[in-house]
């Protein structure tokens, strides 16, 4: 029997993993399948009882029953850090994680939204984003394909996951939590980051 606060719940069909919600506590995650639904909005508190167990090497409860918690809405914030530990499914996984980073591959359905990309920080450590086909935004569009591309900075949250085939991915709830981050502001034309031309433009 566990108690913690939902980070991936039920409430938006649009966010929500086919009959699985996510618990978290400040002790780690885990993945609590079969869930039935019920409208469970993230930040929710409650209690679930159910067999411990392992699925892909994702820790994992078996669900046997619920129920929500008093208490307010907690929304956990995502682990940030160094990727070699951040990246770590033993420690991690299953928990809600925040990475930012250069994107240097992307991959679209046939019919054009974002299934995923590969990021990689400035140490050349690399994570997976995944986006699952039925995943959206808040309204249920995935039009991420319009400002996610190579050589842009992308910061992205998720659930740390291993996939079918063994990988590591971070495995997105929500397409508004993966977002381009535009370069800082500096001494260039802001259109082509060209300094000759940025000062020919004050000159005239």
Known sequence: RVQGYVTAGTSNPYNTFPETLYL??????????????????????????????????????????????????????????????????????????????????????????LAGCLLEDTHGNTAVIQIEDHIGGSDGNNDLHRTIRSYRTVRAIGLLHIDDYGNTVIRVRNCDEVVYVPPKADPTNPKTGDLLAFLILILN
Do not use: M
Request: proline share 7%; charged share 20%; glycine share 14%.
């Open 24 to 113: 978290q506590d400040d002790t780690g995650g885990v993945a609590v399948i079969p869930f039935p639904g019920g409208e469970i909005q993230p930040g929710t508190p409650i209690e679930v009882t159910g067999y411990a167990g392992t699925k892909n090497g994702n820790r994992i409860l078996k669900l046997s029953s619920w129920k929500v918690l008093e208490g307010n809405l907690y929304q956990y914030p995502p682990l940030e850090g160094n990727w070699d530990s951040l990246l770590d499914t033993a420690s991690n996984g299953s928990r809600l994680i925040q990475v930012e980073g250069i994107c240097r591959e992307i991959h679209c359905r046939e019919d054009d939204t």
